[in-house]
């Protein structure tokens, strides 16, 4: 099953436990489903909907470089103080993504 279809399905899970009557664990138990999985499917589809896309943001540095710090959303804080490090940045991100 692709990428594409376990979302697909797992949307429409989303959906009809939605118009059901039925409690999540109730719903979980008729369709032999484990609750921490409808909750981790929940939350992944749920949270992609609302988070934004990635921006990038182009930086012109000044010549004498004091520091560049970065702050990320999920708390990551990074520091750059020496210009040869700038090339790192985007695999810096990378990881950080």
């Known amino acids: 099953m692709t990428r594409e279809e376990k ?8 959906q009809n436990q ?16 484990v609750q921490s999985q409808f909750y ?3 939350k992944k589809l749920t ?15 000044p010549s004498s ?4 710090v970065i702050e990320t959303p999920n708390g990551y ?3 750059i103080n020496d210009a040869s490090a700038i ?5 810096l991100i990378k990881c950080l993504s």
Request: aromatic share 8%.
């Open 7 to 14: 979302h697909d399905l797992w949307n429409e899970r989303l």
């Open 18 to 33: 939605k118009e059901s009557s039925l409690t999540i664990a109730a719903w979980c138990e008729q369709n032999q489903i």
């Open 40 to 42: 981790y499917w929940q």
């Open 47 to 61: 949270s992609s909907v609302h988070e934004p896309d990635s921006v990038v943001v182009p930086l012109s540095m």
């Open 65 to 68: 470089l004091t520091a560049l």
């Open 77 to 79: 804080r990074v520091s």
């Open 87 to 91: 090339t790192l940045l985007p695999q």
